[in-house]
């Protein structure tokens, strides 16, 4: 064995776990990243539902209560036609590229005046 390996699997190992290091930390934030996607979807799809049963005040607050912190509200009427946009930017914002956005549609019910919502 010669003196130039001496510390050579230290080498290895420091470097071996960085690398472990770097791929766990994108691991999680994949893992943020799609559940705030998700989350995005829920509060879009609830929101819809809410609104075309006329419910406004109770849709905002599903969004705020559902979606990740910070998401905003889109809502957009035309006819008995609403769409509904929730957007977020995921893990409160420490992933600065990446905007997160879900539309959800819906049909206003009958007898309801959703159709007749200020827009």
């Known amino acids: 064995m010669s003196r130039r390996d001496d510390g ?13 290091t770097v ?3 994108l ?12 989350r995005c979807t829920d509060a879009a799809r609830e929101a819809a539902r809410l609104l075309a049963r006329g419910q406004p005040h109770e849709a905002e607050a599903a969004v705020h209560q ?10 957009q009427h035309a006819g008995d ?6 957007g977020a930017r995921p893990a409160g914002g420490l992933l600065p590229a990446i905007d997160l ?12 005046g959703a159709a007749d919502a200020p827009r």
């Open 101 to 112: 956005k879900a539309t959800a549609y819906a049909l206003a019910e009958p007898g309801t």
């Open 27 to 38: 691991l999680v934030a994949a893992l943020a990243v799609l559940t705030a996607q998700l």
């Open 8 to 20: 050579s699997v230290t080498v290895e190992a420091a470097l071996g776990l960085a690398g472990l």
């Open 23 to 25: 791929v766990t930390v």
């Open 81 to 86: 036609e609403i769409t509904v946009s929730v």
């Open 66 to 75: 559902i979606a990740p912190p910070g998401a905003t509200l889109d809502v």
